[in-house]
C-alpha cells in the first residue's frame, strides 16, 4: 500500500472533507489548538454552503452488496492500520489523554473494525414470529420487517471521535443506511486521517461522507432538507432537548446520547484494595471524560473510613500534567472554560477537599470530594473531568439517593454478594449496570443505548438502532392473489 503524504501537524490541510467521495471544504478556515499547550495542530475548512446543499441532495435507495461491505471493511482494516502513528499522533494532541489511554482506544478501533464481519453474525435475533388471522375468504398474517432509515448522520463527541465513527460507519452500511460522520472541529485531524483511510480502502460508491460543518448549522440544514434520515447526536445533554425537538417537528427520526452520571456502591464484603482501584481508574481513565466515567461512590458505614483513607493515598499520589510525560495519570480537560466549570461545580458542592482541588488553567488537579450536598450539582449531574465524591450509606441509602441522579445513564456495585435482579427493580431509568468492576472499561461490542431522554433509543446493538422496524400486513402468501 502507498503512504499518502499527509499535512504535519501545525500544516493547513485543504479539503479536508469527504462529500460521497468527492473532496470538499470551501468555507471558513477553523483552527485546532492542542489542549495540552494551545498549540496548533491543524487548520482546516469547514463546508460552505454550497457543499452541505450537496452533501443533503437525496438520492435513490441504496442497495448494498453483503459481499461488497466486507470487502470494504477489509480493506478498510488495512488502511486504518497503515495511519496507526499519525492517529495515534493526532489524538494525544486532539485530546490529552495519556498515551496509554489513546493506544487503548486506537487499538479498540482496530479490533472493531477487524471483527466486526463475525460479531454482526453472532448478534442476529429473528423478530417476532407472524400473527396470522382471517378475514372472509382470506387468511393474513401481520409480520415486522427491519428496514433502513435511508442515511445515518452521527453528530460525533470529540473525546472519543476514532471509535465512535467507525462504530456508526460500519453499522450504517450493514443496516443498509449511507452514513454521514460530522466531526468535531477539536478532532478535525482525526477526522482528516479518517477520511483518508475510506478514501484508501475504496468504499462501495455513495455512501460514506465524513464532514466538518459547525453542529448547529448542519442539524438545521438536514432538517429542512428532503433527505430520509435518522440523527444520531453524541454530546453535552445541555443541547439534546433541542435536537430531539427540532428533529420531531420536521418528521425526522434522532437517537440521543449524551451525558452519563455514574454513581458507585461499595458493600461492607468488597475487598478495599479491589474497590480502591476500580474507582479510582473509573474516575481518572481518560481524564474522566467519558459517559461512564465514575462520577460518585458510596460506601457501606462499615468500611468507610478505611476504604477513604484508601482513596486518599491513590488519589494523592495521582499526578497531573503533560501525558506526554511518562508519569503522568491525568491530562489537561479541553479548555480553560471546561476547568472553571469543574472548578466551579467542586466548590459549589459543599464537599470537603480530600485531595486536589487545585486548577492550573485547563488541568484540573484530580480532586476527592467527601460529602458534597445531596442537592448540589456534582452530585445530581456529574462532572466532566477528574473528580470523584464519596459519602457513607448503605444500598437502601443508595436507592434512596438515585432518583436525584439527572443523567443515570451507567450504575455499579461492588460486593461479592450483589444480586443484580434486587438492584435493577429499584434504580429507575438505569441503562448499563456493572458488578465487581470499573465501569469505565466498555466492550467494543456493548449493546448501548437507554437514555430516558431519547425516545428511540433503547439498549440494543448498534445495527438496530439504525434499522426502522415496519408493520406489514398482508395476505399470507399461498392465499395471494
Known amino acids: 500500500m502507498i503512504k499518502p503524504k499527509i499535512p504535519a501537524i501545525g500544516d493547513e490541510w485543504t479539503f479536508s472533507n469527504l462529500i460521497w467521495g468527492m473532496r470538499a471544504g470551501r468555507g471558513q478556515i477553523m483552527e485546532q489548538h492542542s489542549p495540552i499547550d494551545r498549540s496548533l495542530i491543524q487548520a482546516v475548512s469547514l463546508l460552505d454552503d454550497h457543499e452541505l446543499d450537496l452533501l443533503l441532495l437525496p438520492k435513490p435507495a441504496l442497495v448494498l452488496d453483503h459481499d461488497e461491505l466486507w470487502r470494504f471493511t477489509s480493506r478498510f482494516h488495512k488502511s486504518l492500520k497503515s495511519l496507526a502513528e499519525p492517529l495515534l499522533e493526532a489524538m494525544l494532541w486532539e485530546t490529552a489523554f495519556t498515551r496509554g489511554d489513546c493506544e487503548e482506544v486506537l487499538q479498540g478501533s482496530f479490533d472493531y473494525v477487524h471483527d ?23 387468511e393474513r398474517q401481520i409480520r415486522l420487517v427491519s428496514a433502513p432509515w435511508g442515511t445515518v448522520a452521527a453528530i460525533l463527541p470529540q473525546s472519543a ?37 475510506v478514501e484508501i480502502a475504496r468504499p462501495p460508491h455513495d455512501t460514506i461522507s465524513i464532514v466538518q460543518v459547525r453542529s448547529r448549522e448542519f442539524v438545521t440544514a438536514l432538517n429542512r432538507s428532503t433527505l430520509p434520515s435518522l440523527i ?3 454530546g453535552s445533554s445541555r443541547y439534546a432537548s433541542q435536537i430531539h425537538s427540532d428533529a420531531f417537528q420536521h418528521g425526522n427520526g434522532v437517537i440521543i446520547d449524551g451525558e452519563g452520571n455514574t454513581w458507585v456502591w461499595v458493600g461492607e464484603d468488597a475487598d478495599l484494595d479491589t474497590a480502591a482501584e476500580y474507582l479510582t481508574m473509573g474516575a481518572v481513565r481518560y481524564n474522566g471524560q467519558t459517559c461512564t466515567s465514575v462520577n460518585g461512590a458510596m460506601l457501606h458505614p462499615a468500611i468507610y ?18 501525558p506526554a510525560t511518562e508519569d503522568v495519570q491525568v491530562g489537561p480537560l479541553l479548555d480553560d472554560m471546561q476547568g472553571e466549570w469543574c472548578e466551579r461545580r467542586i466548590k459549589e458542592s459543599g464537599g470537603k477537599i480530600l485531595c486536589g482541588g ?40 443508595f436507592v434512596s439517593l438515585w432518583p436525584r441522579n ?11 454478594a450483589a444480586d443484580p435482579a434486587w438492584w435493577l427493580v429499584r434504580l429507575p431509568n438505569l441503562a448499563r449496570f456493572t458488578v465487581n468492576s470499573d465501569p469505565s472499561v466498555e466492550h467494543i ?25 415496519v408493520s406489514i400486513d398482508e395476505p399470507l402468501p399461498h392465499h395471494a392473489t
Open 358 to 397: 487545585m486548577r492550573e488553567g485547563n488541568l484540573l488537579h484530580p480532586t476527592l470530594v467527601e460529602q458534597p450536598g445531596v442537592e448540589s450539582s456534582l452530585v445530581s449531574d456529574g462532572l466532566f473531568g477528574c473528580a470523584m465524591w464519596i459519602m457513607s450509606g448503605d444500598q437502601d441509602d
Open 232 to 234: 444520531h447526536y453524541m
Open 305 to 322: 473510613s478505611d476504604l477513604k483513607e484508601k482513596l486518599v493515598q491513590r488519589w494523592c499520589d495521582l499526578k497531573a500534567g503533560n
Open 406 to 416: 439527572r443523567f443515570p445513564l451507567c450504575g455499579g456495585v461492588i460486593s461479592p
Open 445 to 469: 461490542f456493548e449493546p448501548w443505548g437507554g437514555y430516558p431522554e431519547s425516545g428511540v433509543n433503547p439498549v440494543g446493538t448498534w445495527r438496530e438502532k439504525y434499522q426502522r422496524i
Open 161 to 197: 471521535f476514532v471509535i465512535t465513527a467507525v462504530t456508526c460507519l460500519l453499522n450504517a452500511l450493514a443496516a443498509g443506511n449511507r452514513v454521514i460522520l460530522r466531526a468535531p472541529i477539536q478532532g478535525a485531524r482525526s477526522a482528516a486521517l479518517l477520511a483518508l483511510a
Open 116 to 138: 466486526f464481519r463475525h460479531s454482526l453474525r453472532s448478534i442476529r435475533r429473528p423478530l417476532v414470529a407472524p400473527i396470522k388471522y382471517q378475514i372472509p375468504g382470506q
